[in-house]
């Protein structure tokens, strides 16, 4: 079993939709997960950080739930502009090692 | 602010040759990595380091080789290029304070290509 776990997707969803991404881990003593975007033939690029239960930054929320090992992103009214790989990433204990899923690819349509 | 600098953007080897793919960040971060990116496999780590003098291996370390003699630098070296090692290379920096690890800066990449 992988570390970290992605749903790969595609997910289709009509400008203004509401989209939500899993993503679970199987290392319990992580300490920190991530979301990165990642646009095509491009660097990943920061999207939130989470460390405790959860974060919000506009349109997108991530939530934690340690008790069922997953991190979730939320991005609300979807827009054109949002259509990437979405790649979370758990950091280990001692804050050294970072491991990411493999990405779910997002389409946001017209 | 230069961020994190990979060279080259792109590099063709033939298979058995040896090559260093260069790293370097001016943000005085101690955490480097370097990944792979291959299609439907994500990214993987394949080497870290946590402070100059200081390496690790990753999840597929074998075939590259790292060294940290400065914070700034982190080289990936190619031993022995084999097609297996066609990939995307992601050099990353990032760094910590009393609340935590923050996430990665990422290089644009090199496509390395084994023929």
């Known amino acids: 079993r992988k570390e970290v776990e992605q749903d790969p997707g595609p997910f289709n969803v009509p400008e203004g939709a509401t989209v939500a991404f899993n993503c679970t881990y199987s290392n319990s003593a992580s300490q920190s997960f991530f979301w990165y975007r990642q646009d095509c033939r491009k660097e990943p690029k920061l999207l939130m950080s989470?460390?405790?239960s959860g974060n919000e930054d506009g349109r997108f929320t991530a939530q934690l739930n340690r008790a069922s090992q997953y991190i979730s992103l939320l991005i609300r009214d979807s827009k054109l502009s949002d259509s990437a790989t979405y790649l979370c990433?758990?950091?280990?204990?001692?804050?050294?090692?970072?491991?990411f899923g493999a990405g779910t690819r997002l389409f946001v349509k017209a | 602010n230069a961020g994190v600098t990979q060279t080259p953007k792109f590099q063709v080897l033939k298979t058995g040759q040896s090559m260093t793919l260069q790293c370097a960040q001016d943000m005085n971060h101690e955490y480097m990595s370097w990944y792979r990116q291959d299609p439907g496999m994500g990214l993987r780590l394949i080497h870290y380091?946590?402070?100059?003098?200081?390496?690790d291996q990753g999840e597929v370390p074998n075939g590259y080789n790292v060294s940290r003699s400065t914070t700034e630098d982190f080289p990936l070296r190619l031993l022995s290029a084999a097609p297996s090692q066609t990939s995307v290379y992601f050099c990353?920096?990032?760094?910590?304070?009393?609340?935590?690890?923050?996430?990665?800066?990422f290089g644009s990449g090199t496509r390395l290509t084994v023929v």
């Open positions: 380091s946590v402070g100059a003098g200081i390496t």
């Open positions: 990433a758990s950091l280990g204990t001692g804050g050294f090692k970072t491991i």
């Open positions: 989470v460390y405790s």
């Open positions: 990353a920096s990032s760094y910590t304070t009393g609340t935590g690890t923050y996430g990665y800066t």
